[in-house]
């Protein structure tokens, strides 16, 4: 392939401020860009030729520089309680995932920002697969075009089915930032999906730039992944702690909160790990962290998958945690978790492999795999 060809305009993950300016170069006034943008996101056109109300000639122009490209589903699975998760093929030929989660009248998409992952916190799944790319600002919007699409026919007493996304896929959204602040954009636009803000929340181990970013771009919800109550474990566990420690790291948050003003808080995800962060020594001195610290706290049991040496917490144990939060004033849940039946639990994602030489070879394997199943 000629290195110096163009590649052509991703038109899924253009916010409509990109997308303005895309079509004044094309010479068209700025209304054409509600117009492109309702006939991507909300008729989900597969063709640019489909947008029959858009002139011949743009969409002439448009077939030569620009196109639609929602990552192909190699396989869907649906889980007892619900839960389904697709394996989707990215451009690079790799597989990714991405989870719905249906909870009465909420349905949490949880979307993947990278194959794979390079920080390999130590009891993530994804992470012992090592980094094999980035995945396009319109392969991360794609994922939640592909759900909506999908699942309207079944819920088509709700006006949408996916309220919530979450990036706590695959991958390190912070570590993907060019890409996924425009794929969050288009997520909160009316012109887009039109999900509130509050209900956008982008994940992160602690990319303290990352989040210095995000300040300035977006006001999108933050969650991250803390784990430990202080940098001696948290180095351990969230290798990326020792260039970016605790206090740098919520010190960030802080910013980010009070940025967004309306009382908003950052939500604070703790995985379980037995006998490693749970112990009555490391609550108390979590509550003591996160004394006066905008936020809510999110304990994740630990899901097992094949080579780990982690192990869950006992119930009570969990119990134990969460009720001395919620004693200290912490608004505390725990999430249940769903759909491990078909692996597609927190940490879970693209699981099953754990080694780390042939990684583009390995994720084609994955994705063949399920194409043949
Ligand atoms: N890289 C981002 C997005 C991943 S989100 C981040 O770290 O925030 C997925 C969440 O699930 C993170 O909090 C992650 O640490 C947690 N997690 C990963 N593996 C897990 C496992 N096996 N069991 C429970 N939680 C896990």
Same mark, same amino acid.
């Given at each position: 392939?000629?290195?110096?060809?163009?590649? /052509?305009?991703?038109?899924?993950?253009?916010?409509?401020?990109?997308?303005?300016?895309?079509?004044?170069?094309?010479?068209?006034?700025?209304?054409?860009?509600?117009?492109?943008?309702?006939?991507?996101?909300?008729?989900?056109?597969? /063709?640019?030729?489909d947008m029959t109300d858009i002139s011949k000639k743009l969409r002439t122009e448009f077939e030569a520089g620009a196109e639609i490209h929602e990552p192909e589903v190699l396989s869907e699975k649906v889980s007892r309680d619900g839960t389904r998760k697709w394996l989707m093929r990215s451009r690079s030929g790799s597989a990714i995932e991405t989870v719905f989660i249906p909870e009465g009248n909420r349905g949490t998409l949880c979307v993947s920002s990278q194959v794979g992952c390079i920080l390999d916190c130590k009891f993530c799944s994804t992470g /012992?697969?090592?980094?094999?790319?980035?995945?396009?600002a319109g392969e991360i919007v794609g994922q939640l075009r592909m759900a909506e699409r999908r699942l309207r026919a079944?819920?088509?007493?709700r006006n949408r089915v996916v309220t919530n996304v979450v990036l706590m896929g695959m991958g390190e959204p912070l570590l993907n930032i060019d890409q996924v602040i425009p794929a969050v954009s288009v997520m909160m636009d009316d012109l887009g999906y039109g999900i509130s803000k509050?209900?956008?929340?982008?994940?992160?181990?602690?990319?303290?730039?990352?989040?210095?970013?995000?300040k300035e771009t977006t006001d999108a919800s933050l969650a991250i992944s803390l784990h430990a109550?202080?940098?001696?474990?948290?180095?351990?566990?969230?290798?990326?702690?020792?260039?970016?420690?605790?206090?740098?790291?919520?010190?960030?948050?802080?910013?980010?909160?009070e940025n967004l003003g309306e009382k908003r808080t950052i939500t604070i995800e703790y995985t379980l790990l037995d006998g490693v962060n749970d112990q009555a020594e490391q609550v108390r001195e979590l509550a003591v962290l996160l004394k006066n610290f905008p936020c809510k706290i999110n304990l994740i049991p630990f899901n097992p998958y094949p080579g780990t040496t982690f192990k869950r917490p006992s119930a009570a144990s969990v119990r134990y945690f969460q009720d001395y939060l919620v004693g200290k004033g912490f608004s505390?849940?725990?999430?249940?978790?769903?759909?491990?039946?078909?692996?597609a639990a927190c940490g879970q994602l693209a699981g099953q492999v754990v080694d780390r030489t042939s990684r583009s070879a390995r994720y084609q394997r994955i994705a063949l795999q399920a194409a043949a199943e």
């Open positions: 392939m000629n290195q110096l060809t163009p590649e /052509k305009i991703d038109l899924l993950g253009l916010s409509q401020a990109q997308m303005t300016s895309v079509l004044a170069g094309y010479g068209e006034k700025p209304y054409r860009a509600a117009q492109v943008m309702k006939w991507l996101h909300h008729r989900s056109v597969m /063709k640019i030729d /012992k697969q090592g980094f094999n790319s980035n995945l396009t079944e819920f088509e007493d509050r209900k956008v929340t982008i994940s992160t181990a602690g990319v303290v730039p990352g989040i210095l970013r995000l109550p202080n940098d001696a474990l948290r180095d351990q566990l969230v290798p990326i702690n020792r260039k970016y420690p605790i206090a740098m790291l919520l010190d960030a948050c802080r910013d980010y909160a505390t849940m725990v999430r249940t978790t769903r759909g491990d039946d078909i692996d």
